[in-house]
């Protein structure tokens, strides 16, 4: 039986001949070329596309693989009514992400953001001295497999290292994990603190006044989960007091960051457009975990990353 493959992603033309030499009876169609009349014999979904019509239109569609780790902008409560299962690209982003990460921190702790600004204005001299890694403690909100990667980075620059996951269950590369609740209750002890939590109802503002305000004074914050866990009025005002010496940020409430945002004059603060999970290496990854689901697929066995609709990620 043919299974109809409808794909919101270019392919290269070796991954096109790869799915038809592997996989004789998928049959792939191009969004941008599939006629109205065969959305009806579509069963998988490679990526996602605001050009999708409704889910209605695909009465055959039994599983979406996204080309993301985050799922937030899918109609999960559709998919979820429809039994239409969800896979993501999970473990895809743990390099680029570190490697971002590092960026960040090295620009502010190294002085790298402040040499740039003066050498544009051809200026000698860094009035900060600035500090190192070593002996710093950071707390990773999210325990998933680029909190992993990072905190394992980390480790080797002198780093201890500390994450915050639902149930509060121990994860390789920590030095301890907790609970929301008994995160919250180490903050102050924090001299970075990384937001990698999913964008779902329960994580929506989950970055307000309060939680702030219970940081260490100075702290270094950076956002790399979602720009909606964030409130961003609440994170304008502490990074204006300075109970945030440094913000990072990579996600926003809003993308693009309106040109009229306060963000953007704010000293203390790097501003990165939504960039950190990106690498030249990203298709071809996310290509070899679709093909691995196609086997299972077509196998009837269990997929990797499936997405638990009900909890968002």
Known sequence: MTQWLLTCVELKEEQKTYLQDNFPTIR??????????????????????????SLIHFPSLKWVQTLSAGVNYLP??????????????????GHQMTESVLGMLFSYTRNI????????????????????LVDKRVLIFGT????????????????????????????????????????????????????????TKETYHYFNDYLFSNMKD??????????????????????????????????????????????????????TPHISGATDKYNDRAFTILTDNLIRFMNHEELKNVVDLNLGY
């Open 28 to 53: 792939v169609a191009s969004i941008d070329l599939l006629a109205v009349s065969d959305y009806e014999k579509v069963t998988i979904i490679y990526g996602w596309s605001d050009n999708l019509p």
């Open 76 to 93: 999960l409560e559709e998919l979820a009514k429809r039994d239409i299962m969800v896979t993501t690209t999970s473990g895809i982003h």
């Open 113 to 132: 953001r402040e040499s740039i600004l003066k050498q544009e204005k051809h200026e000698w001299g860094i009035v900060n001295t600035g500090t190192d």
């Open 144 to 199: 998933g497999s680029i909190a992993q990667q990072l905190a394992k980075t980390l480790q080797v620059f002198g780093c201890d290292v500390f994450g915050i996951n639902r149930s509060g269950r121990q994860v390789d590369h920590f030095t301890q994990t907790f609970n929301y609740q008994e995160g919250k209750s180490r903050l102050k002890t924090m001299d970075i603190v990384i937001n990698l939590m999913p964008g």
């Open 218 to 271: 100075g702290v270094i914050f950076i956002n790399m989960g979602r720009g909606t866990s964030v409130s961003t009025s609440d994170l304008i005002s502490h990074i204006k007091t300075e109970k945030i010496g440094f913000a990072a940020l990579d996600v926003f409430e809003e993308e693009p960051l309106p040109k009229d945002s306060e963000l953007w004059n704010l000293q203390n603060v790097l501003i």
